[in-house]
Each structure stands twice: as C-alpha cells, then as structure tokens.
C-alpha cells in the first residue's frame, strides 16, 4: 500500500506539472456558466427589482456623461467606474436591458479564469468544479446583484482576472500592464480593493519557489500598489468633496457592531453553510496545503475586509468575499481527494468516492439556495413595471421621483432639487422619517413647482409629506395609476 500510495502522489504532482489547457477542458465550466446566464437572462427583458442602488449608479452615469463632475455637482459615496459603465454602456444602447445583460455575463463567465487558476495550482477537475458551482448558487452573490449593477460583483470579476494572470499567464508580456490596468482601475471601482489585491499580489510573490522570483514579484507588486494609491491621490485631488463623501462620509454613519455582524451571518439561513464550509476550508487549507497556503491566508483576508472594514453592515456586503468562499471549497476539495486516496483502495474506487462526497456538498448546498434563487431565475417578471416605465415616457420631463431608475429607464430628466435623497447620503435609510426633516414642505412644494411629472411610487410616498400629496393628488391631473405608483401631469409653466 505504500508503494501504491507514492505512485499515486507522483502521478498527482506530474499531471501538475503537464497539465495542458485546451479549449475542451474548459467546455464543461463554459456549459456551467452558460446555464446559469441562461436561467437569469431569460427573463432579464421582465426582471425588475427597482428599489436597489443600480438606480444610483445608471443615474450618476448619465449625469457624468452630461459633463458633471461627481462629488462637486453632485454626492456619490462611491467611486465612479460603476457609474461610468452604466453611463458609457446606456448611452449606446439607450436601454438599461444592456447594460444589465453584459453585467450579468461578466459575472457568470468571470467562473472561467477562476477554474483556470485554481486547476493551476492544483491539478483537480472536479475540485475546482465544485468551487464554482459554490460560487454560482451563493445566494447573497445572485438574489439580486448578479443581474441589478452592484459594486461588489463588478470588483470580484477585477479580482478574478488579476489572480488569474499572476497565476496562469506569468510569460505573457502584456501581463504586467493588464495587470496595473486591473488594479488602477478596481481602486476607482470599489476602496477595499486596495487592501484585497495587495492580499492576493503578496500570495502570488511568497509561493512563488525561489527567493529570486519572490523579490522580484513583490518588487512588481509593490509598484502596482503604489501606481494604485497615486491614483486615488489625484482622483481625491481633482475631485473636490470626493473624500469626504468616499471615506469621511463612510466613516462618519452609524456604526454597526463588529461582533453584532457576525450573529448576522449566523442568521443566514441560506447562506450559513457556504460562510461556514468555505472559511473552514479557507482555514483547513491555510494549514495542511502547502502549495495553497498564502493564497488561503490572502482569501482569509478577503472575508475579514468583508465583514468588518465598513462601518455599517449589511448581509449583501459579504457576496464581496465570493471567491474567497470558492477559493476555500476548493482547498477543501482537495484535501478530500487527498484522503480518498489515502484510503486502502483501488485509484478508481479511491476517485469515485471522493467525487460522491463533492456530489453530496453541493446538493445540500443547492438544497439551501434553490427555492430562492428558482424565484429570481423564473418568476420575477413584472410586466407591470415596463408598462409603467412606457407610461412615463409619455408624459413631460423633469420627472420628480424618488427612485432614479425609473428616470433612467423612461429616458427622462430629473428634478435636480432633492438630489441629496437621490443619492441616498450616509444616514439615509429608507423608510427614515428623519429625511422628511431634511426638507421643510416648502422645499418639497418647490420641486413640484419645477416639475412637469410627478411619480408617487412607494419611496416617494414614504418621503413626501401626507398632506402635500393630497394637494398635489387633487390639484394635477392624474395620467394613470399602477401597482407601482401614480403618476401626475403638473400644469407648471413650460410642461407640455
């Protein structure tokens, strides 16, 4: 049996060695992925979801395209590549189906790179296969965001391609530029980024083999993260308000507690079993794989920035340690092969075992998630909404309405004045009865004074005062009312 099991470790470690990525090896995680953009794409044209923050972004997209300068014309708590994309990808579609769509494929296929890489550093089909299938069935990652713009899911695809370069492409010569474009570039995606790529660039400098090649990607890594920081520097710099609103403003909301958050994450029904499976693989990992070990601790770090760097919490924050959860079922995939074939066992019987017990993992996993995300892939078609959107078309701009998107979707101009609410400042969360407090009635009579249509959808009517909305109910013409709002024509000057 030793005998039996040195010839099974050498033969692991030479497939490691030879292991050739053709087209065909990755034909069954194209079909995987494929599959899952189908089952979300199909009804993309009839999903709507319009109470997320994707409003925001589309909204600050246009605005940046008309020539205003974020923080200065207008708040954004954010950086501005996610609103960038939304704009730029708009503008030439005019139809935020689109810019959803190429958002949605970005996510499913960002599975690709990642099988890729993680088949690199170790040599296991089946492994890495169940780390993306993980992946694909998070529920937190998928319920809303993998179709509806969010800032984490676009900043896990940057992580994803960077790892995938350090790890799989290290002869190509336009790595080092892909690579500082990456990493430029995620810095004005999303702030944590800068902490989350310099984890996983010193994992990819200390496992490299030899002291040369360790100090001379950290050299590497070092420049890019410095190339990074300058970057932000004159972004900070030429953008008044920029920091107050990125990171004062973020610093200074109500505080959640950080031991607080982690009995959030207990509470998770669907999702307890992946934050536990994957940190104790994570963990696992860290300690008996020595090949794997500081990309295990660099993902550890992941899901710490995750659940506790921000100052308030919400569930949706964790889908940003998404492939550091794959990454640790894939640890653990790997050392379940490992024992099985440590088993007195024939290497077939020794394979067919260890890939039941991956079979098991994910059908518990798929057990837990599956009602819910079957509700998002099939039945969340609200015709009613798009017919709402056709009726806003028709009527006169600016439209005042407290969700942007419904602007954005209808092709109309905003009523500037309540800006502040479009945004959702730090502090402001819906239904607060403190916004009301933000403005005076004579400030919310004058954005109806500037505007020609006036949606009362269900923010707007948590926000607008009762009486005031009785007046303006009686005083203009109702155009039409739907299950997602009424919609009134103003006979302001200059409303056609």
Sequence with gaps: MPQNLRFRRNKEDLRDRSSS????????VICIASFFFYLQARYLHLAAFPFTDEGVYAEAGRLMLEGLAPHKDFPLWHLPLLPLYS?????????????????????????????LTCKKLRDNSSAAILAILFYLTFHELMFQDFRFLAIRQMA?????????LGVCQKQW????IVQALLFGLSVLLFLPNLLNFSFLALAMSYSEESRVQRSRELKKYFLLGVLAIFILFIYFVFFPRSLDQIVFGQINREATGRFERLFVLLQAKKDIYL??????GLIYTAIWQRKLRFYALAFLGLVVTSTFLSSNFFPHYMSGAAPAFAFGIFGLGIGIYQFCQRLPLSAIAANFISLIIYILLFSYQFSNTFPSLYEQWTNNRNPSYYQTVVALTKTPEPLLTMEPIFAVEAGKQLVRTPIEIYFRAPGIDFPNPDVANKFSQQDF???????????LEGKGEQV????????????????????????LVTNNFGCH
């Design 173 to 176: 010569k336009w790595k080092p």
């Design 21 to 28: 990525y053709g087209w065909y090896h990755i034909l069954p």
């Design 275 to 280: 934050y536990l499976l994957g940190c104790g």
């Design 87 to 115: 704009g730029i990808v708009l503008k030439l579609t005019g139809n935020m189906y689109w810019v959803r769509l190429l958002f949605l494929a970005l996510n499913c296929f960002a599975v690709v790179p990642f099988y």
């Design 464 to 487: 607008f005062p009762i009486e005031l909305q009785k007046r303006w109910r009686a005083e203009f013409q109702t155009f039409q009312k739907t299950r997602w709002g009424t919609i």
């Design 445 to 455: 009579q004058a954005m109806a004074t500037e505007a020609c249509t006036i949606f």
């Design 156 to 164: 896990n695809n940057f992580l994803i391609v960077f790892f995938y």
